[in-house]
């Protein structure tokens, strides 16, 4: 389940607690408990016992336990069937399996870089049926 080169830099083992910060070059999985905040430049797990109590941002989030605090993932987000979220999550793009609670906001770009609102509106409004003649009568 790890990142590209299948390996774990770092793990908070189940029974284990962490507060403060983490900044990581690789990847974490976190089994316990964690809160504080989260950066990595790689992959974050969050396994079926782990609790995060963070704002999240890494390449690729996967997450089977809980999460409480937003999630911006560069790559994707995984959401397992055991997963619980509270909080906004922002992503090119996301999976979700069944059984899974979140509760919040989600943002998925997919592959676009830009203001999205903004590409939205502008989708909304292309090729938007113009009329190719007005006709004109008055009524005397």
């Given at each position: 389940?790890?990142?590209?080169?299948?390996?774990?830099?770092?793990?908070?083992?189940?029974?284990?607690?962490?507060?403060?910060?983490?900044?990581?070059c690789?990847?974490?999985?976190?089994?316990?408990?964690?809160?504080?905040?989260?950066?990595?430049?790689?992959?974050?797990?969050?396994?079926?016992?782990?609790?995060?109590?963070?704002?999240?941002?890494?390449?690729?989030?996967?997450?089977?336990?809980?999460?409480?605090?937003?999630?911006?993932?560069?790559?994707?987000?995984?959401?397992?069937?055991?997963?619980?979220?509270?909080?906004?999550?922002?992503?090119?793009?996301?999976?979700?399996e069944?059984?899974?609670?979140?509760?919040?906001?989600?943002?998925?770009?997919?592959?676009?870089?830009?203001?999205?609102?903004?590409?939205?509106?502008d989708?909304?409004?292309?090729?938007?049926?113009?009329?190719?003649?007005?006709?004109?009568?008055?009524?005397?």
């Amino acid at each position: 389940m790890a990142g590209r080169n299948d390996s774990i830099n770092s793990t908070i083992s189940e029974g284990s607690v962490f507060e403060g910060k983490f900044n990581i070059c690789g990847s974490l999985k976190i089994d316990g408990k964690f809160e504080g905040e989260i950066k990595t430049e790689e992959e974050l797990i969050i396994g079926e016992t782990g609790k995060v109590k963070t704002n999240i941002e890494a390449r690729t989030v996967v997450v089977s336990g809980t999460v409480i605090g937003n999630i911006k993932a560069r790559e994707e987000v995984k959401l397992l069937g055991t997963s619980k979220v509270r909080g906004d999550i922002t992503t090119p793009f996301l999976s979700i399996e069944r059984g899974v609670i979140i509760q919040g906001n989600v943002v998925i770009t997919g592959d676009h870089n830009g203001d999205i609102d903004k590409f939205i509106e502008d989708s909304f409004e292309a090729n938007k049926h113009k009329p190719k003649g007005v006709i004109k009568k008055e009524i005397d």
